[in-house]
């Protein structure tokens, strides 16, 4: 199977950055898109940006213009550089993959255990 594990989550101070990290790993034939979702306490998880295999990238309303992604494929990596950190940025960060599975070709939806980002002076 399939595993995604994130990092780089952490305490930052209002207008800070953050790079998070997700790596992909298991049985993968390819990676279709990577992504980004969060979840904040008492609130629904919510997608923050995703990118394809051709690299083209979508941003909800809310970090455009401040956060990055981009994915290295050689290392099945995708990253996500936060700038111009807010205090409702803090939630938990989850990482997301599309992935064909080496021995069926099969795509499915993996999910890594998140990490937690808290923006607070």
């Known amino acids: 199977q399939v595993q995604l594990v994130e990092s780089g989550g952490g305490l930052v101070q209002p207008g800070g950055s953050l790079r998070l990290s997700c790596d992909a790993s298991g049985s993968i034939f390819s990676i279709n898109a990577m992504g980004w979702y969060r979840q904040a306490p008492g609130k629904r998880r919510e997608l923050v940006a995703t990118i394809t295999s051709a690299d083209s990238t979508n941003y909800a309303n809310s970090v455009k213009g401040r956060w990055t992604i981009s994915r290295d494929n050689a290392k099945n990596t995708v990253y996500l550089h936060m700038n111009s950190l807010k205090p409702e940025d803090t939630a938990v960060y989850y990482c997301?993959?599309?992935?064909?599975?080496?021995?069926?070709?099969?795509?499915?939806?993996?999910w890594g255990q998140g990490t937690q980002v808290t923006v607070s002076s």
């Open positions: 997301n993959a599309r992935v064909s599975l080496r021995s069926t070709r099969s795509e499915y939806v993996y």
